[in-house]
């Protein structure tokens, strides 16, 4: 096993890695730049190294930086977390050829599969479902109003590189689709230095279920059972949760083993998830997969028992799964929510300043996530997430039940957040029913939430 890991990263993924990390009795060397000068993580870590300005493409996403700090700090891995540079397969590789271990998959399985274009061709190779769209990526204008003339309108414009609901663009006609291409085409350059598009047919109103798999270096590849993830705003997930409430158990079981196939095919080891839409009739259909740890990794944690950061490592360093697929069980209902530091008022824009008060939920059933307290001021450099508030329940209704219970006894106060959107959301009946899509909270809720109840709903 390592004696030390370097986290390459920030925030609440920095400490949940860290303390992994303490569990194991591994040693962590943290990194930061000089916005996080004195952030909570850097205290509970073994050492810390400041590697540059706030600005991340001059401090978390220089190479050569994180490499110099491993070295000094005289680690054996280093682990992305998520966002970053977790899915940079040229990072992956520059890691092991500096004898560090990258804690995810080899650079070659990443690269396969972190590219989306890339990732379907694969899955079509596996057998698993696409979305009807482009053979690849599109390469000029006439040849888009040809696939989209053949698919049908709308569809969907998207960045092979994307991430994070960048670079997406709908097209409901020609003239859309024109004008959209471009438009994607420049966000994606901007936000990913690759500005390759593909077309999707256009899902309407589908769920986001996504697999969690777990795969070692002795040819065991697993799924850790699915989380639905459907409650989204501008293609960002808010809520996430696990199992599904709505999937018919046959088409659940598929869905898993068609991940798993999946990554079988492409070699693909350590956490990663494959992303699938529903549609209404319950067909899946695969879109991308994520070669990390995600954000909402600790549902599936929940439910299955299994630790996936510190399964990360151990597969890492070697180490065998110690258990079958017929043993990873899905027990009770976990549900996520994610508390980001935005106002409502200005278009769920980030937020930043200073936490004056802050008292957290607790009691049963309740895990909260998050690198921020009292006093801790929100800068405007980095993601506006905040924290994580999941629940575990044995029921969906006693974990709803639970999370509507936590978060009214949330108080965040000298920043504005997602908090009273959640508790509406916990309350609502289409969500306690199960009856949401992807463009739910943009179609039906927020047209229905006046200002002032965005902001306080009590
Ligand atoms: P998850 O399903 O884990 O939430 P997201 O796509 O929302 O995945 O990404 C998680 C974090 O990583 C977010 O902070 C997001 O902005 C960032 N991110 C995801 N993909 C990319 C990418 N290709 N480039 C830069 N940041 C990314
Ligand atoms: P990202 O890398 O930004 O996470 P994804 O391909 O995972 O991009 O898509 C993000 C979200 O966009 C999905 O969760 C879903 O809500 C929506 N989406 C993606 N593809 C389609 C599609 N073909 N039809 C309808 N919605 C889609
Ligand atoms: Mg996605």
């Not at 040229?90 to 998959?105: K, T």
């Not at 569809?155 to 020609?174: E, N, S």
């Not at 824009?349 to 049963?364: E, H, K």
């Amino acid at each position: 096993m390592f004696q030390r890991i370097l986290v390459a990263n920030r925030g609440e993924i920095a400490l949940r890695v860290i303390r992994a990390c303490k569990e194991m009795g591994i040693e962590t060397v943290a990194i930061f730049s000089e916005a996080d000068r004195g952030a909570y993580y850097l205290s509970l870590a073994d050492e810390a190294y400041c590697i540059g300005p706030a600005a991340a493409t001059d401090s978390y996403l220089l190479i050569n930086r994180i490499i110099s700090a491993a070295e000094i700090g005289n680690v054996q891995a280093i682990h992305p977390g998520y966002g970053f540079l977790s899915e940079n397969a040229h990072f992956a590789e520059v890691c092991r050829s500096c004898d560090i271990e990258f804690i995810g998959p080899s650079h070659e399985a990443m690269q396969k599969l972190g590219d989306k274009v890339s990732a379907k061709e694969i899955a079509r190779q596996a057998k698993v479902p696409l979305v009807p769209g482009s053979d690849g990526l599109i390469n000029s204008e006439s040849e888009a109003v040809a696939v989209a003339d053949r698919i049908g309108y709308p569809v969907l414009i998207k960045a092979t590189a994307g991430g994070g609901g960048k670079g997406m663009r709908v097209a409901t006609d020609p003239a859309s689709l024109q004008a959209g291409l471009k438009a994607a085409a420049v966000e994606a350059e901007k936000a990913f230095k690759n500005s390759g598009v593909y077309l999707e047919k256009y899902i309407e109103r589908p769920r986001h279920v996504e697999v969690q798999i777990l795969a070692d270096h002795h040819g065991n590849a697993f799924h850790l059972w699915e989380r639905d993830c459907s409650l989204q705003r501008r293609h960002q997930k808010l809520v996430e949760e696990s199992p599904s409430s709505t999937l018919p158990k046959s088409v659940r079981e598929e869905l898993c083993k068609a991940a798993v196939r999946l990554v079988k095919a492409a070699d693909y080891t350590n956490a990663g998830t494959v992303e699938f839409i529903v549609d209404q009739d319950d067909n899946y259909y695969f879109i991308e997969v994520n070669a990390r740890i995600q954000v909402e990794h600790p549902v599936s944690e929940l439910v299955t028992g299994i630790d996936l950061v510190q399964s990360q490592i151990r597969v890492s360093a070697g180490e065998k799964l110690p258990f079958k697929q017929s043993e990873i069980p899905c027990r009770g209902a976990a549900i996520e929510v994610r508390i980001n530091a935005e106002d409502p008022a200005q278009g769920f824009r980030g937020s930043p300043g200073t936490i004056t008060q802050l008292r957290l939920p607790g009691g049963p059933g309740v895990r909260f996530d998050s690198h921020v307290y009292q006093g801790y001021t929100i800068g405007p450099n980095y993601d506006s997430l905040i924290g994580k508030l999941i629940v575990h329940r044995p029921t969906r209704e006693a974990a709803i039940a639970c999370l509507q219970r936590a978060l009214d006894e949330f108080m965040v106060e000298g920043i504005k957040t997602t908090i009273p959107l959640l508790r509406k959301i916990s309350r609502l009946e289409a969500f306690r029913n199960g009856q949401v899509d992807t463009t739910f909270i943009e179609r039906v809720l927020l047209p229905t939430m006046t200002q002032p109840e965005r902001e306080h709903d009590r």
